[in-house]
């Protein structure tokens, strides 16, 4: 995927302010937004549909100066790698500009952006609607 191409694959990935995975129905796996063939037997009708918007947080790193990206971000930013509960694995923002407290395996949900995903903790108790 070109840098041309990733403002589609967002537009895929947060449809109707849902975080959206596709699909291979022949193979029953679930891939990222901008996958357009299946790694599995290389259907290429991989519809959309969405994505619980919860998961946990598998990595993630800090950036503390702006990079040349086709938006601009204040800095610092985390990035965090999640996997969703449907197994996607997907990176997004972390909802805080530093990483402070955050530890592998932490519950997270989609916190709501319109451009871009953006995770945080899930709340205690467990509340959050993953969109």
């Not at 599995?40 to 950036?63: I, K, N, Q």
Request: some cysteine; charged content about 20%; aromatic content about 8%.
């Amino acid at each position: 995927m070109t840098m041309t191409e990733l403002p589609q694959a967002r537009t895929f990935l947060l449809a109707d302010g849902k975080l959206h995975i596709r699909h291979c129905a022949a193979c029953e796996k679930d891939y990222p937004a901008w996958m357009v063939i299946c790694a599995g037997c290389g259907d290429t009708a991989l519809p959309t549909r969405p994505a619980s918007g919860r998961g946990e947080v598998r990595s993630w790193v800090t950036y503390r100066r702006q990079y040349s990206l086709p938006f601009e971000l204040p800095v610092p930013y985390t990035v965090v790698l999640v996997e969703l509960a449907e197994g996607v694995r997907v990176n997004g923002l972390w909802h805080a500009p530093t990483a402070d407290g955050l530890t592998r395996g932490a519950a997270v949900v989609l916190a709501g952006s319109p451009d871009r995903p953006v995770f945080a903790p899930v709340a205690e108790g467990g509340a959050g609607d993953g969109h």
